[in-house]
C-alpha cells in the first residue's frame, strides 16, 4: 500500500471486518506484524480497530516525537496506551512486529527485540458495528504516509516467529501461563469440593457399618423378609438372598376315618378328609349331586348330605335355543345344555400357569405349554426347566436360558447366530466388527479376535501410537513411525534445527 495523499478511506468491509473480528473476539494472543517506509517526520495511524470513541486496538508511529504508542482497551474498560520511543519514521525500510500474550507485550524491529513489557491483558470483546481501517484512524485523522506492505494480524502465539523464523521461540507463552493458573484455580476448586464429599461419604458409610441392610423379596405385590417362608399354591417358598426360590410342596399322607376319604379342596394344594356318601355302588363327597332316571324318563335329583344321598327338588330348566340331537344331559342336573356350553364362564378352580378348557358336559384344567402338572386334576402347575432336564434343542456353540414355559439359545461370545438353536463362528476381522486401532493389525481366533500394534507403532491393540526411535525435539510431534511433524521454525528429523 503507498499512502501519500489525505484523501483515501482504506478500511474492511463490515462483512470482511465481522469476518476477521469472529477470529479476535475474546482472543488474548496474537501479533501484529508489517513492513513499512514512512515518510520523514510524518505521524499517523498504522492498523486501527476501533468502535466509536473506543479504541480497542490502534498501532500508531509517531515521527515527531519518534515513539510508537499502542492504544487499546484492558477489562476495566479503561483506555491504556503503551509508548515506545524508538524513530521509525525515518523514510527507510523497516519489519514491525507486536507480540501480546495476555499481560505480557514484546516489540521488535527488523528481527531485534526492542522493548519486553508487563502491560494490562487487552480486552477484545468486540462489539458489533466495529471497524478495521488500514494507515488512518478514521476519515479525518492520523494518516500515515508512506508505504506499507505484508500487513498481518495474527491469531496464535508467538506470530513474530512468521516475520524473524531465526527468533528464539519462548515456551509457554505468557497467556499459556495465565490458562495453567487458571486451570490450577479450577482444579483445586473441584479437589476442595471433592474432598467434602468423600468426607460426607466417609460418615455416611460408617454410619451404614453400624446397621445390617437386610435384602427382602417381593412376589404377586407382598414382601417378605430374609429367610421368610410361605405357601404359594402348590409351593414352598423361602426368600433367600433377595431372590424368591421355590419348590414343589410334598402332601402328607393322610389316613381318613370312617365314612370320609381325600379330596381336594377350594384354595388348598393337597387333599384333605372330606365326609362321602356311597350310593349304587360309587362314593359321593359332600354336597356332590347325581340324577337318576325312572323307567318312564323323569329325572331325580339327588345330594350327598350328613353321609346320606338324599332327594332334593329339581331346579328349573331353562328353554334352549338348538335342536334336541345338540342337548347333552349332565350328571348333576336334570337340565340338559346345548353343545358348545361354555363351563368355564360359570367359574373355574385353575391356578397360575393353568387354563380352563370345556367338555362336553363340564370344565377341566390342563397345564400350559412349558409347564407340568403339581397334581392330578392340573390345577396348579409349574415351569419345566427343559435347560436343566435336557429337554431342550440347543446345539454346539450356543448356551442354554430357561425362561417361564420354555427356554432360549443364547450364542457364546464370538459367534453369530444360524437358527434359533445354532450358532457359528463369527470372524470380526473380516467384518470389521473388532475394537483394533486403524494402526493395529487384526488377527481372528475362536471365540474372538486379538488386536496387534502395526511396526513403528506401540501400544495394547486398541489404541496404538506412532514411534519416534530418537524422539521429537522442540515441540514437535510424532505422527507416523519415525517422522517428527515440526513447529514452524524448526526442521530436522528429530526437529533438533
Not at 66 to 77: A, K, M, P, Q
Not at 397 to 407: D, E, L, R, Y
Not at 460 to 485: E, L, M, Q, Y
Amino acid at each position: 500500500f503507498f499512502f501519500l495523499d489525505t484523501s483515501r478511506s482504506v478500511k474492511a468491509s463490515p462483512e470482511t471486518a465481522e469476518v476477521f473480528f469472529q477470529k479476535l473476539r475474546n482472543k488474548y494472543e496474537f501479533t501484529i506484524l508489517v513492513t513499512l517506509k514512512q515518510a520523514h517526520l510524518n505521524s499517523g495511524v498504522i492498523l486501527s480497530i476501533h468502535h466509536l470513541d473506543h479504541r480497542y486496538l490502534e498501532l500508531e508511529s509517531s515521527g515527531h516525537r519518534n515513539e510508537i504508542r499502542l492504544h487499546y482497551r484492558s477489562g476495566s474498560h479503561r483506555s491504556h496506551t503503551e509508548v515506545f520511543p524508538y524513530i521509525l519514521a525515518d523514510d527507510k525500510w523497516h519489519r514491525l512486529s507486536l507480540a501480546i500474550s495476555a499481560s505480557h507485550l514484546i516489540l521488535h524491529v527488523d528481527c531485534n527485540k526492542i522493548y519486553e513489557r508487563v502491560v494490562e491483558k487487552p480486552f477484545m470483546d468486540l462489539p458489533l458495528g466495529t471497524t478495521f481501517w488500514l494507515g488512518q484512524r478514521n476519515n479525518a485523522h492520523g494518516y500515515f504516509k508512506g508505504i506499507m506492505q505484508d500487513v498481518q494480524l495474527l491469531v496464535m502465539p508467538q506470530g513474530f516467529i512468521s516475520q524473524c523464523p531465526d527468533l528464539n521461540r519462548t515456551c509457554p507463552t505468557c497467556n499459556d501461563f495465565h490458562g495453567l493458573v487458571q486451570k490450577i484455580m479450577e482444579l483445586q476448586d473441584i479437589l476442595a469440593k471433592t474432598s467434602a464429599k468423600l468426607s460426607q461419604a466417609e460418615q455416611r458409610m460408617n454410619k451404614l457399618d453400624q446397621c445390617y441392610c437386610e435384602r427382602t423379596c417381593t412376589m404377586k405385590g407382598t414382601t417378605y423378609r430374609e429367610f421368610e417362608s410361605w405357601t404359594d399354591g402348590c409351593k414352598n417358598c423361602t426368600c433367600m438372598n433377595g431372590t424368591v426360590q421355590c419348590e414343589a410342596l410334598i402332601c402328607p399322607h393322610s389316613d381318613c376315618p370312617l365314612n370320609s376319604a381325600l379330596a381336594y379342596v377350594d384354595g388348598k394344594c393337597c387333599k384333605e378328609c372330606q365326609s362321602v356318601c356311597i350310593f349304587e355302588g360309587r362314593t359321593y363327597f359332600e354336597g356332590q349331586r347325581e340324577t337318576v332316571y325312572s323307567s318312564s324318563g323323569d329325572c331325580v335329583l339327588f345330594q350327598c348330605k350328613d353321609h346320606k344321598m338324599q332327594r332334593i327338588p329339581k331346579d328349573s330348566c331353562a328353554a334352549l335355543n338348538c335342536p334336541e340331537s345338540q342337548q347333552i344331559p349332565l350328571s348333576h342336573s336334570c337340565c340338559k345344555i346345548c353343545k358348545g356350553h361354555d363351563f368355564c364362564t360359570e367359574g373355574h378352580n385353575c391356578m397360575e400357569h393353568s387354563v380352563c378348557r370345556n367338555l362336553d358336559d363340564r370344565a377341566v384344567c390342563i397345564c400350559r405349554d412349558g409347564f407340568r402338572a403339581l397334581r392330578e386334576d392340573n390345577a396348579y402347575c409349574e415351569d419345566i426347566d427343559e435347560c436343566a432336564e435336557g429337554r431342550h434343542y440347543c446345539r454346539e456353540n450356543t448356551m442354554c436360558v430357561n425362561t417361564p414355559g420354555s427356554f432360549m439359545c443364547i450364542c457364546k461370545t464370538g459367534y453369530i447366530r444360524i437358527d434359533d438353536y445354532s450358532c457359528t463362528e463369527h470372524d470380526e476381522c473380516i467384518t470389521n466388527q473388532h475394537n483394533c486401532d486403524e494402526n493395529a493389525l487384526c488377527f481372528n481366533t475362536v471365540g474372538g479376535h486379538n488386536c496387534v500394534c502395526k511396526p513403528g507403532y506401540t501400544g495394547n491393540g486398541t489404541i496404538c501410537k506412532a514411534f519416534c526411535k530418537d524422539g521429537c525435539r522442540n515441540g514437535g510431534a510424532c505422527i507416523a513411525s519415525n517422522v517428527c511433524a515440526c513447529p514452524q521454525g524448526f526442521t530436522g528429523p528429530s526437529c533438533e534445527t
